[in-house]
C-alpha cells in the first residue's frame, strides 16, 4: 500500500509523489490548513492538507489522533522558519493530495506522549497502545537487531539451532518449576524447563559438536523487578573445545554484535579470578566503570581493641575492609544513616566511617566516632595504604567475609551511583576460577554452579579438598551485570559420581533425577562445554532500559499476571477433570488465604 | 582440537598432518593392522594404524565402537584396490601417529548401522545414540539451515522477530490447551498457546508491521502419526499488505528456501479455488503429483433409477463422482475390497467400480457389479466424458458431497500410492476462495478457519448470505500436504462483531474470550493478514522424512511421553500444595481408569 516509511523520508524525496500507512500522532489546525504527524514504525513526518484538496482536506478534518490513514502527497522542503531540528524528517514535509481513513479510533486510554502520567498498570493492560510509542518500538526492534546478529555469527561460526523440549521434566537448576498436568498420563506433571542445560549436553554426546537455541527459559520465582516468569536465553554448547576457545568464540559474539548494532568497540575482555573480584569489589560481577575499590585492613585491624574489628579481622572466616570514597566527605550524616539501613539489608550490623577533612592535620583533621576506638599509628598507616585525601570519606565493613562482601559491594554501586561516580561507556570483562562448592552451612557443600560444571582437578583432588577445589566455569560481566555463565561440563562418569558424592546427592537419586544424562555420560560423552546469556538483560543493556518490562512485547507482571489477556485465567471444571486434578480450595478461598499469609 | 572435520578430508588434504575428534563407528583388524573408521557430524574417515607406532597402536587396539578420540596422522591416497566408491572419503585415509582416548563407551544398546532391528521405543529412550546415526544427523542439520534460510529471508524483507508469551490464555483454534496452575494465583490457570495468533494481531495493531516468530506451540489432542504435542510454527503477519502481496512474499520466502537449502526450482504457484480443488481433487490439499482426477457424473446418474447414485444426484447437497485409474484393471479383487474397506473409514458405504477391459466391445467389454443397473447409453456417455481406456479402472463415490469427496480424495492418493503413480518432484499451488463458514450441522455455522479471518464482501452482505461468503483466506500445498495457511484479519470492530453474531457468540463471551482483541479494534487497528507454516511439516517434506519424530532432537511418542527424561513424572505433594491443587485420583488409579474407557 506504502510507497516509503514515514521516518524514510528527507530532502532526498523532495518532488517525489509518495504514500504513506501509518497513524496520526499528532493534529493540527492552523490558518485554515491542517497538520497531520503521521507515525509508522520507522518515524514520523509531518502532512499537511489545505482546503484546495476539497474532499481529502475534509476527510482530514474528520481524523483525530490514532486514526489509520492511507496518504498520497508530494514531499517539500519546510521553509526555513518551520523546519524542526527536533524531527528526523523536520526538514521537509508531505503536502497531502489523497487520503483513506483506514480505520478510526476511539479515544486513547491515554495520550502516548504522556504515558508517564498513568500508572504502568494501565501502560500494561493497554500494551498495544503503549507499543506505539517510539521508544518502546525502537526497543523491539533492536531486540530483533540483537537477536539476528548472535543468530547470524553463530550460524556463521557452524553452530546448529537445534530446538530442545518445554514440555519436559524438571530440571537441576532447582529453583521452582512451572508444572504442566498430563492428560494422557494421569496424575503425571511436566515441567517447563529452566535451561535446556541436559539436553544440550545430550546434543553433544549425540555428536552435533555445535548447537545453538534462541531458548524460552521458566521459573516459578518470586519475581524482583528484573525478572520474568518466562524469559530467553542465548544457549551455547560445544564439544571438543576448552574453555579458552569457549569464551574466545563468545566474547568476539559479544564484540561483534556490539560492533554491528551499536557501533562499539569493547577492545578485548580483561580477566579477573572470582577470588580477586570478590576481594576488589565485593561482588563476582563487578561493574568496572566505577573507580571504587574494597581495601582489606584485617592486618592492621588485628592490632587494634576495638572489638567490633578486632572480631572479624581476627576471625578466618571473617575480614574488615575499607571502602574510600573520593570527594565523599561532603555526604551528610542523614546520608550516611541512609547508607546505614542500606547496607543493613545484606547482613551489615552497621556502617562506621571516617571522613578526610585536612590530612596535614593528621588524625585532628579526620572526623568519625570511631577514631577513639584505634590508636593514631594505625588510623595513619590505614590512610597511606588507602592513599587517603581531603575531602574523601572512607567506609568501613567488618563481618563475616560474605556479609563485608555483599554490603560493602552493594554500598559501592550505590555510593558510586548517587555521586555520579559511573563512567560513561562500557566495561566487560570474565570472571574465571570460581570455586566448585560452597559451604551450605551445615557442613555439607553446595554447587556454586550446577552440579554438571567440571572442576579444575582430577576426581581424587576434588574428594580430597572440596573446599578449594576450583571450577572450570566462566561469567561475562559487563557493566555490574551478568550476561552470560558457563562452564566445561563433566563428561566422564567417574567424575560426575565424585561430584555427587561429595554434594551428598545419593545414587538412587541422582539416578532419579539425571539417569538419562548419567547413562549418556556411558555411551561416549565427548569433553564439552558451553554457556548461556541471558537475553532480556543484554537487550536492557543495549538499550540503556530500566526494566526488563520494556524489552518484552508482552511481560508479566510482578505478581505473575497479563493483566491485557487477564491471565492467568479460570478454567472449566471438564478441563480440570480431563487432567485429573482439582482445585485444594475455591478460587476465592485460596486467595483470602495467600492475602492472609 | 580438531583441524579438520572427518568428513571433509579428500584428496585435496593429501600429504597434510590432521587432527580429527570423533567417535569410532566401526574397528577391524586386517593383517596386524587396525582400521577406525572415524565419525562426526559432517561424516566418516578410515583411519589406519600400524604397529610402527607402539604407544599408539597399543591405544587403538583398546578402543571399541563409539569411544570418543582424537587422532593425529597424514591423510593419503588409498591404493586404487582399496578405494571405497561408496563413502565420500574414500579416495584417502588417514596415517594414523598419535591417539588420544577422551572417552570410552560401553556396549551401546544397539549397533547404529542396525537401528532397524530395535523398535522405536529403544531407539528413543537412547535418543542421543539415535541421533549420531548419519541421517539423523543430515536431518536436524538440514532443520537449522531451513530455520536460518528462512530467518535471513525474514530479516531481509524488513521483518521483525518479536517474541509471544509461553504463559499465556486460552487461544481461539479451539483445540484442547495445555494448562500451567498458577501459584501466586491460586485457582487460575495459564494455557500454552495453540498459535501466537491474538498477539501477532496486537503487534500489528501496535504498529510493528511486519513479524515473524518461529514459535512453539502446544495442542493437548490425541496424537496422529504426524502430530506432536508441541510443535513448530513460521509464524507471519503483516500490517497494510493485502492478501495478493502477502502470498507473494511468502511465496517467494519458500522458492528461495528450495532454491538455496535443496537448489529446486519450484517455479510459480498456480492458484486454486477451494471449489474447484473438492471438485477435481476431494480435497483442500491436492497432491498435484498424483494425475488422478475426480469427475462429477451427478447429470449423467439423473437418469438411472439406481437408487445408491440417484439419490445423491437428485439432492442438492449429494454428489456422485467418478475416479478413473489408468492400469487399474488389474487390481484383485482382494484389493477392491481393502479399498472398500479404506473408504468407510471416510463414510463411505461402499465402492462401486467399472473395470474397462475392451471398450471397442462397448458395454460387454465391461466388468462391475452395477453395470445391470444402468441404461447402456447412460455407461456410454460417461466412458466417453472419462475418456476411458483399456485397462482403466473406474470407481465412483455417491452420497453427501463432503463424504464423497473425503472418501475418494483419500482414495486417489492410497491408489496413487500403490500403483506408483506419483510422480517424483515438486508440486507446490495456493488454495484461496475458501468459505467464511460451514454448516456445524445443526442450523449454526462454524468458521472454516477462525473467527478472526476476513470475508471478501461487506458485514450486510456476510449477515444476508453466510452460507456462500468466501473469505479472504489461503492455503499453501505442497505434494498434498498444507505447509501453511493464513488470512487478512478483521480489522474493523463492526465486522468481527458480524461474524460474532453469524457464529452465535454472544457479546459476553466474546468479551470473556477476545476483549482484550476486540478492545484494540477500537483503538486504530491497520489493515492486517498474515500466515502460519508448520516447520516440522516443512522439514519432513524437504528431508523426505515418513514421520515427524525424525525431523525433531527430543520428540514425544503418541501417548506424549518422552521415554528418555521420562517425561511426564511424579510431583511432590508439596509441589501441589503450593499450587493449590490436588489430584483426582492417585496415580495408579487414575491409570487404570484411563486403560479401563
Given at each position: 500500500m506504502r510507497s516509503h516509511y514515514c521516518g524514510a523520508l528527507g530532502t532526498n524525496n523532495i518532488d517525489e509523489t509518495v504514500t504513506l500507512c501509518g497513524w496520526v500522532d499528532r493534529r493540527r489546525d492552523h490558518g485554515g490548513v491542517i497538520f497531520l504527524d503521521l507515525r509508522d514504525r520507522d518515524g514520523i513526518v509531518q502532512v499537511v492538507f489545505d482546503p484546495d484538496t476539497e474532499e481529502h482536506f475534509q476527510r482530514a478534518d474528520r481524523v483525530r489522533p490514532e486514526y489509520v490513514l492511507k496518504v498520497t502527497g508530494r514531499v517539500r522542503a519546510r521553509s526555513e522558519a518551520t523546519v524542526n531540528s527536533a524531527m528526523a524528517t523536520g526538514e521537509i514535509e508531505v503536502l497531502g493530495k489523497e487520503l483513506e481513513i483506514l480505520n478510526s479510533a476511539a479515544t486513547p486510554p491515554f495520550q502516548l506522549d504522556a504515558h508517564?502520567?498513568?500508572g504502568e498498570d494501565v501502560r500494561l493492560k493497554y500494551r498495544y497502545m503503549d507499543l506505539r510509542r517510539p521508544e518502546m518500538q525502537n526497543r523491539l526492534i533492536l531486540r530483533a537487531q540483537i537477536t539476528s546478529a548472535i543468530r547470524s555469527f553463530l550460524d556463521g561460526a557452524g553452530f546448529l539451532d537445534i530446538e530442545t523440549p518445554i514440555l519436559t521434566r524438571a530440571t537441576p537448576e532447582g529453583a521452582r518449576d512451572y508444572l504442566v498436568p498430563s492428560r494422557t498420563h494421569p496424575g503425571s506433571f511436566f515441567a517447563l524447563p529452566q535451561s535446556p542445560q541436559l539436553f544440550k549436553q545430550l546434543l553433544m554426546v549425540s555428536g552435533f559438536d555445535r548447537y545453538y537455541q534462541v531458548a524460552k527459559c521458566f521459573r516459578d520465582e518470586d519475581l524482583r523487578a528484573d525478572r520474568q516468569p518466562e524469559f530467553t536465553q542465548i544457549d551455547i554448547e560445544t564439544a571438543f573445545l576448552d574453555e579458552d576457545e569457549i569464551m574466545s568464540i563468545t566474547e568476539r559474539m559479544i564484540r561483534e554484535l556490539f560492533q554491528s548494532v551499536l557501533s562499539v568497540e569493547l577492545g578485548d575482555f580483561p580477566r579477573m579470578s572470582y577470588a580477586e573480584a570478590m576481594e576488589r569489589y565485593g561482588s563476582d560481577k563487578p561493574d568496572l566503570r566505577i573507580p571504587l575499590e574494597l581495601v582489606s585492613v584485617d592486618d592492621l585491624m588485628q592490632?587494634?581493641?576495638f572489638k567490633v574489628f578486632r572480631g572479624p579481622a581476627d576471625d578466618p572466616d571473617g575480614r574488615v575492609a575499607a571502602l574510600k570514597v573520593p570527594g565523599g566527605a561532603k555526604i551528610s550524616r542523614k546520608e550516611i544513616d541512609d547508607y546505614t539501613k542500606y547496607v543493613s539489608i545484606y547482613g551489615a550490623r552497621g556502617l562506621a566511617w571516617i571522613k578526610v577533612n585536612d590530612l596535614a592535620a593528621g588524625v585532628e583533621g579526620l572526623q568519625s566516632?570511631?577514631?577513639?576506638?584505634?590508636p593514631e599509628a594505625v588510623v595513619i598507616e590505614m590512610m597511606t595504604r588507602l592513599q587517603a585525601q581531603d575531602g574523601d570519606i572512607i567506609f568501613f565493613g567488618a563481618d563475616k567475609s560474605a556479609v563485608v562482601n555483599e554490603s560493602l559491594g552493594a554500598l559501592r554501586l550505590k555510593v558510586a551511583e548517587s555521586m555520579g561516580l559511573v563512567a560513561e561507556g562500557w566495561a566487560p570483562l570474565w570472571v574465571v576460577d570460581f570455586p566448585m562448592f560452597e559451604d551450605d552451612g551445615s557442613g555439607g557443600w553446595t554447587p556454586l554452579h550446577h552440579p554438571f560444571t567440571a572442576p579444575a582437578c582430577s576426581p581424587e583432588e576434588l574428594q580430597a579438598n572440596p573446599g578449594t577445589a576450583l571450577s572450570r566455569a566462566y561469567d561475562m560481566v559487563l557493566n555490574g551485570t551478568e550476561l552470560g555463565g558457563g562452564s566445561v561440563r563433566i563428561h566422564q562418569h567417574e567424575m560426575q559420581e565424585t561430584v555427587f558424592r561429595i554434594l551428598g546427592i545419593s545414587d538412587e537419586e541422582a539416578q532419579e533425577k539425571f539417569g538419562f544424562l548419567l547413562d549418556a555420560l556411558q555411551y561416549g560423552a565427548p569433553p564439552h562445554g558451553g554457556l548461556a546469556f541471558g537475553l532480556d538483560r543484554l537487550v536492557m543493556l543495549m538499550t540503556g532500559s530500566q526494566s526488563i518490562r520494556d524489552v518484552i512485547a508482552f511481560p508479566k507482571t510482578q505478581s505473575a499476571a497479563c493483566v491485557m489477556t487477564d491471565a492467568p485465567g479460570e478454567v472449566s471444571a471438564q478441563q480440570l477433570r480431563e487432567l485429573n486434578i482439582r482445585l485444594r480450595q475455591a478460587k476465592q478461598e485460596a486467595a483470602a488465604a495467600a492475602q492472609d499469609e
Open positions: 508517564t502520567t498513568v592490632q587494634v581493641d566516632p570511631i577514631l577513639k576506638f584505634m
